[in-house]
């Protein structure tokens, strides 16, 4: 392949992936890592720091947006930031250290939660939850624009959080994904932080965190320009029109087909990692 | 003529939100995502230069090398910049890509600091201290 037919095919490839994530909520790098491995035959190396420069791009694109809606939380944000860029901090450390084929299967498991994640039924955050002491110290507690006013939310369990935070920073900064799964389990599960709440929170911490692993490797060599500016191009230009359409959109059928493309895309990274083809 | 004094906010019934002050907020959101159209139009000027050039090599990432350090340091982007290659100018954009979300950090700790909030300044600082002890400690600036 000439490098005028890589770019242009590997844009489309990632404007659809910018696309489907942003509309079914899922995020687009999770499926950029091993698209861009299994078949377009990238070292994964090169693959995740296309993908982690990508995560920046449509996160901090997005955050306008999301500011205007008045459901994130800066404080819940900027506190679990603290663990997620430590933890992006060791993912990047670990990543270039571990043999690819571990990375490769890392990312299978990490896949297949992602696609069990999401067909699973949300659980409805209680109404009144008594205040936890922690979470009040740490002014987490808020309100949020609902059909009847402002409603108010109680964070629970800030350690669990914290701890679980750290972790989706370490797989981050590992496998240059926003690592969204982990963080809807830390945020809806354990802290009880409503769904709007924590998706708009997390989306702005994805950046940062991202920006976090994003220095390392960048001058570990790992993000090459020539296959780094269509995948960041791509997913940007396509979740910033998949922003635009989600309301009009019909995303319970496209999120069931995404999650069934993360669920085959799991199985080979599994496969590949263990046959050490990667 | 705007008013002199600042429109009366509406009256809220429950304690006011967490960063009171939303100004600032739809303020760094708009930061972002400057910042990440600027760096989308620089990595654009340099996706076309490069493709000019290199069009019709053959593409091959099959193994990894590594980046030569005019791609992966400050002075070597730069200096690729100067000499006007394609690559050196996606770098840059790249660059600028990932001080955005570092800049909205600092601009945050601005916020706190005008509210008098001074636990969330500290923590603030510490996230802005491991953004760039990462991006200047890993070997960039060399």
């Known amino acids: 392949m000439t490098i005028l037919e890589f770019t242009v095919v590997v844009a489309i490839v990632s404007f659809v992936a910018g696309l489907l994530g942003s509309l079914t909520g899922l995020g687009g790098g999770v499926v950029l890592v091993p698209l861009l491995t299994i078949f377009f035959h990238v070292d994964i190396r090169y693959a995740i720091g296309a993908s982690l420069v990508s995560v920046i791009a ?57 696609a069990y994640v999401s067909r699973k039924a949300r659980t409805l955050a209680e109404r ?55 963080k809807v389990l830390a945020m809806d599960q354990a802290m009880r932080i409503p769904f709007k709440v924590s998706t708009t929170t997390s989306n702005f911490m994805i950046g940062v965190t991202a920006a976090a692993s994003a220095g390392v490797y960048l001058s570990r060599g790992y993000v090459d320009p020539g296959l780094s500016m269509p995948v960041m191009l791509g997913v940007l230009a396509g979740s910033l029109l998949g922003s635009r359409i989600l309301v009009k959109a019909e995303t319970k059928s496209l999120r069931l087909v995404f999650s069934v493309v993360i669920l085959v895309l799991g199985l080979q990274m599994l496969y590949n990692g263990f046959w050490g083809k990667i | 003529m705007p008013a002199a004094e600042a429109p009366a906010r509406q009256s809220q019934p429950f304690k006011p939100q967490p960063w009171r002050d939303r100004r600032i907020e739809v303020i760094l959101g708009n930061l972002l995502r400057t910042g990440v159209l600027v760096s989308a139009a620089v990595v654009l000027v340099g996706a076309c230069i490069y493709l000019y050039r290199h069009a019709h090599d053959p593409a091959d990432y099959r193994v990894f090398r590594g980046e030569p350090s005019e791609y992966r340091t400050f002075s070597g982007v730069i200096q690729s910049v100067i000499s006007g290659r394609g690559q050196g100018i996606i770098q840059l ?21 005008i509210e008098r909030d001074r636990q969330y300044v500290a923590f603030t600082l510490l996230v802005l201290a491991i953004l760039l002890y990462s991006f200047l400690g890993s070997g960039i600036g060399v």
């Open chain 1, 58 to 114: 449509t996160s901090s694109g997005a955050a306008a947006a999301y500011v205007k809606e008045g459901f994130s939380n800066i404080r819940i944000g900027m506190f679990l930031e603290i663990a997620t860029t430590f933890g992006a901090l060791l993912g990047a450390f670990l990543a270039t250290r571990i043999p690819t084929s571990a990375l490769a299967i890392i990312f299978g498991a990490v896949l297949l939660y992602s």
């Open chain 1, 128 to 182: 009144s939850l008594p205040p936890d002491p922690l979470a009040t110290r740490l002014r987490l507690n808020g309100s949020f624009p609902d059909l009847e006013g402002r409603r108010t939310y109680n964070v629970q369990r800030v350690p669990t959080g914290f701890s679980l935070m750290f972790g989706a920073g370490a797989l981050s900064g590992l496998l240059g994904i926003g690592s969204g799964a982990v």
């Open chain 2, 93 to 113: 954009g790249l660059l600028f890509l990932i001080a955005t979300p570092i800049a909205r950090v600092a601009f945050s700790v601005v916020g706190f600091a």
